[in-house]
């Protein structure tokens, strides 16, 4: 890659000259160059994935082990660095500018675009201005409201999954050494339900693929997901396996774009090509229909093998590796697939032809995100989808597995480390031998229960590693009214959004180092870890010069606070932590298993991988030692009269919560975020029009009754969706996601299955 100044020449290595041609690339190139300028884009995506560069802190999809390309990075990764690395700043004179209620006022898409947080902030009880605060000062607030709390649980801590290892374990030490797990996180209302049915079944709550498994599969299953806009690094590797002989199967309510055909920008073939056809068979199945497909195609596979014994199930691994299969044989007797029709829209033929790719497939890899992790059943639904791998033997062999496609970039690290409201005995253990401490055995809260504890008034600190807390919650009026009765929310960010504004009494904000930048403590360039979404470990380190010499490493802030609020004294040695991160390393090594060697291995090339039982050894440390076949109720979602199911999810242009823009260019929505995705069969029963404008209200039958939340000034989109089921984006309909609508067992809020009816719009 090169530049010069003239943001026009800026180009990308052996694809210039196409660049322009390619809509992905360019799009990546300008939002680089209007943030960042040309100069500063050219030295920041050259660092993008490399071995001495920075780890994306787009998303979790790991980076080719081996021969990296020179650019390895996609058009949304690409985004969420230029977001990053922007040159704008957001100083103490602009919250001089801007009064709070002002900045309330604003949309969360212009309080980013604000640019990068420069100065520790401090909004004090009745102030109507943020102002400038020193850190130490900041601290002191902290520890002051620490030392007047009645009870340690009277704390909460919430992580975002872009913090480092070494800031997510200091982070989870500081919590636990004030006396809570009160640990909430993003992954509560992400891939909890994975977490939740992965650890009962095989008893590991991360996914057993590699990148060299999915390129060696034959049968790739691709649900409850949308690579194209939220992974799209991952569709270089599945062009890769489809040219290995691949078959992919998308079971999506929608077409998504990207799963569909895939254009390379990286290629030439990509540039100038009509591109890969990608998907070879859609399955467009109704919200909420996966488990019943899953179950339908089990009950299919039982008759193929009891048609022709032998040629099906996997006995061998049955027999040696799996706990419950007759009854879960038993369950499948009962399988009706009429019912099996009706709940996911399908086919007879369509399902058959699917439980046949399962029967004849090798080697077959299951992929899965949100579509999977946010209904009700969704820990029945990935029990269901893992006990159909199972039947079949594919755990813990070359090409296949299953894979749960993570989100945020280091979320399945945080959780390594221990953030988590439930950390198991063993580490707990290992914690407090290692520092002297002693941590509570007591749960903490989640995400959602976290909420109710502030709606109680029960809690009087609440700070946030990262994250936009009350716009990601769902029931975002409710959330909004929790976090208002804290005393104090802290958050540690590096860009504004909505939850600096929606405060306790008094509310800090502390300016933090993101990826890109260059993090160097007393003279020392300090590098962290993060794990991907497939258990590799690896170093990132920042190169940009921070937006202010006031900002400070997520690992020294946490220390820093450590250390104001133990004093001297604290069997933990917080000075130290905070200004070599090797030494957490050499903690971690002791007190997590898999780490041996962490600060020699993560030094090589690709890092390393962690353990992963089944996936190695098939081993399984589960209550009985073997795959638990998952032993759940049929579920599924049948539409009300009248009503329509809405799910919420992200467009092309925006990061969780951050809106870059208001295109959804893949789905050909331009221009407006405030619509709704509706099959044109059911705007016309509505005797609605597509471009009208309405109101979404949601209805839930709660424990008092029936409660409605109401959006306000809709567009009506007529949409390839499945009839009865509409779409809609994140985090704009939040506010109809109500707080007790969460997944059984795992308390995930249910943002992809609302029930809803639609009225004319109010405003
Ligand atoms: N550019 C970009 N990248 C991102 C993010 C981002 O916001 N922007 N977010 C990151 C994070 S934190 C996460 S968790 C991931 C999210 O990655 P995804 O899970 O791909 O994100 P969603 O937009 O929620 O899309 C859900 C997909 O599931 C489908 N779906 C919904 N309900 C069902 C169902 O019942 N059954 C089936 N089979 N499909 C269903 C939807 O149609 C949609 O295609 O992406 C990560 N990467
Ligand atoms: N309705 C509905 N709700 C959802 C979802 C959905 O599909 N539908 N998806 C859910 C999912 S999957 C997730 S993961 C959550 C996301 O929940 P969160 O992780 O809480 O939200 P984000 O929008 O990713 O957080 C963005 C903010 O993080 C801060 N930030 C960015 N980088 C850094 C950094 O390096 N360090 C620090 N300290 N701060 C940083 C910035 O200030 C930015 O404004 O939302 C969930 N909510
Ligand atoms: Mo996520």
């Given at each position: 890659m090169s530049a010069t100044k003239d943001p026009d020449s800026v180009h990308v290595g052996h694809v210039k000259g196409y660049a322009a041609g390619v809509p992905a690339v360019a799009v990546a190139l300008r939002r680089g160059v209007e943030q960042m300028g040309a100069l500063r884009t050219a030295q920041t995506l050259i660092k993008l994935n490399q071995r001495d560069g920075f780890d994306c802190p787009g998303c979790a999809w790991p980076e080719t082990p081996g021969?990296?390309?020179?650019?390895?990075?996609?058009?949304?990764?690409?985004?969420?660095?230029?977001?990053?690395?922007?040159?704008?700043?957001?100083?103490?004179?602009?919250?001089?500018?801007?009064?709070?209620?002002?900045?309330?006022?604003?949309?969360?898409?212009?309080?980013?675009?604000?640019?990068?947080?420069?100065?520790?902030?401090?909004?004090?009880?009745?102030?109507?201005?943020?102002?400038?605060?020193?850190?130490?000062n900041?601290?002191?607030?902290?520890?002051?409201?620490?030392?007047?709390?009645?009870?340690?649980?009277?704390?909460?801590?919430?992580?975002?999954?872009?913090?480092?290892?070494?800031?997510?374990?200091?982070?989870?030490?500081?919590?636990?050494?004030?006396?809570?797990?009160?640990?909430?996180?993003?992954?509560?209302?992400?891939?909890?339900?994975?977490?939740?049915?992965?650890?009962?079944?095989?008893?590991?709550?991360?996914?057993?693929?590699?990148?060299?498994?999915?390129?060696?599969?034959?049968?790739?299953?691709?649900?409850?997901?949308?690579?194209?806009?939220?992974h799209p690094r991952m569709l270089s590797v599945l062009e890769k396996a489809k040219h290995n002989g691949a078959r992919i199967v998308a079971v999506n309510p929608l077409p998504e774009a990207g799963l569909m055909r895939f254009k390379d920008p990286q290629k030439i073939g990509g540039v100038v090509g009509s591109g890969t056809k990608l998907a070879d068979d859609f399955l467009q199945i109704r919200l909420g229909g996966d488990m019943a497909l899953f179950r339908g195609v089990a009950r299919l596979l039982l008759d193929a093998e009891r048609a022709q014994p032998g040629s099906v199930f996997d006995h061998a691994f049955l027999t040696a590796h799996c706990a419950g299969t007759d009854d879960y044989l038993a369950l499948l007797e009962d399988v009706d697939l009429d019912e099996v029709v009706t709940a996911t829209g399908l086919s007879r033929a369509q399902i058959a032809d699917f439980a046949e790719a399962v029967a004849t497939s090798q080697r077959i890899v299951l992929c899965w995100a949100m579509g999977w992790t946010q209904h009700r059943h969704s820990v029945a639904t990935i029990a269901e989808g893992t006990n159909v791998l199972l039947l079949r033997g594919m755990l813990g062999k070359p090409g296949a597995g299953l894979c749960p496609v993570r989100g945020h970039s280091n979320v399945q690290g945080d959780r390594t480390m221990g953030i988590y409201e439930k950390m198991p005995e063993s580490f707990l253990t290992a914690l407090d031998k290692e520092f002297g401490i002693t941590s509570p055995r007591e749960h903490g809260y989640d995400t959602v229960a976290a909420i109710d504890a502030m709606a109680r008034g029960e809690v009087r600190l609440f700070m946030a590693m990262g994250g936009n807390f009350v716009s990601a919650s769902p029931d975002t009026e409710a959330t909004a009214a929790a976090l208002s009765r804290c005393n104090l929310t802290v958050h540690v960010s590096t860009k504004l959004n909505e939850s600096h504004v929606v405060t306790g009494h008094a509310a800090l904000i502390l300016p933090t180092l993101g990826r890109t930048d260059k993090d160097v403590i007393d003279g020392v360039p300090q590098r962290v870890s993060v794990e991907d979404s497939m258990s590799v470990v690896h170093l990132s380190r920042g190169s940009l010069p921070p937006a202010s010499p006031q900002l400070r490493s997520e690992v020294a802030i946490v220390c820093g606070l450590a250390r104001t609020i133990f004093g001297s004294g604290h069997p933990v040695d917080w000075e130290h932590l905070g200004?070599?991160?090797?030494?957490?390393?050499?903690?971690?090594?002791?007190?997590i298993p898999g780490f041996a060697d962490f600060n020699t291995r993560v030094r090589?090339?690709?890092?390393?991988?962690?353990?992963?039982?089944?996936?190695?050894?098939?081993?399984?440390?589960?209550?009985?030692?073997?795959?638990?076949?998952?032993?759940?109720?049929?579920?599924?979602?049948?539409?009300?009269?009248?009503?329509?199911?809405?799910?919420?999810?992200?467009?092309?242009?925006?990061?969780?919560?951050?809106?870059?823009?208001?295109?959804?260019?893949?789905?050909?929505?331009?221009?407006?975020?405030?619509?709704?995705?509706?099959?044109?069969?059911?705007?016309?029963?509505?005797?609605?029009?597509?471009?009208?404008?309405?109101?979404?209200?949601?209805?839930?039958?709660?424990?008092?009754?029936?409660?409605?939340?109401?959006?306000?000034?809709?567009?009506?989109?007529?949409?390839?969706?499945?009839?009865?089921?509409?779409?809609?984006?994140?985090?704009?309909?939040?506010?109809?996601?109500?707080?007790?609508?969460?997944?059984?067992?795992?308390?995930?809020?249910?943002?992809?299955?609302?029930?809803?009816?639609?009225?004319?719009?109010?405003?």
């Open positions: 021969h990296r390309k020179h650019a390895e990075f996609c058009e949304n990764g690409a985004k969420a660095v230029a977001e990053e690395a922007t040159r704008r700043t957001v100083t103490p004179e602009f919250f001089a500018t801007h009064s709070v209620d002002d900045l309330r006022e604003r949309s969360g898409y212009w309080l980013s675009q604000q640019g990068r947080l420069t100065h520790p902030m401090y909004l004090a009880p009745g102030d109507d201005h943020y102002r400038p605060v020193e850190w130490e900041a601290f002191e607030l902290i520890a002051a409201e620490v030392g007047a709390m009645d009870t340690p649980h009277q704390s909460v801590f919430y992580t975002s999954g872009r913090t480092s290892n070494e800031a997510a374990f200091v982070y989870q030490l500081l919590a636990r050494s004030i006396g809570t797990n009160n640990l909430p996180d993003c992954s509560n209302m992400c891939h909890e339900s994975s977490g939740t049915a992965l650890g009962e079944s095989i008893g590991i709550g991360k996914g057993s693929v590699t990148v060299g498994d999915l390129e060696a599969a034959d049968l790739i299953i691709i649900a409850g997901q949308n690579p194209g806009t939220n200004t070599d991160y090797d030494t957490i390393r050499d903690h971690i090594e002791r007190v090589r090339s690709d890092g390393f991988v962690l353990p992963h039982p089944p996936r190695d050894d098939r081993e399984f440390d589960t209550s009985t030692g073997k795959a638990n076949f998952g032993l759940h109720p049929l579920e599924w979602l049948p539409v009300p009269d009248g009503r329509l199911i809405l799910q919420t999810l992200r467009s092309h242009d925006q990061y969780n919560t951050t809106v870059y823009g208001h295109d959804d260019r893949y789905r050909g929505i331009k221009g407006n975020r405030h619509v709704v995705m509706i099959n044109p069969d059911d705007i016309s029963a509505f005797g609605l029009h597509a471009g009208d404008r309405v109101d979404i209200v949601s209805e839930f039958d709660g424990p008092d009754g029936r409660e409605e939340r109401r959006v306000t000034g809709f567009e009506v989109v007529s949409y390839d969706t499945p009839r009865g089921n509409a779409a809609a984006y994140y985090p704009e309909t939040n506010p109809l996601v109500p707080l007790r609508s969460v997944a059984r067992y795992s308390n995930t809020p249910v943002s992809k299955a609302v029930v809803i009816r639609l009225e004319p719009a109010t405003s």
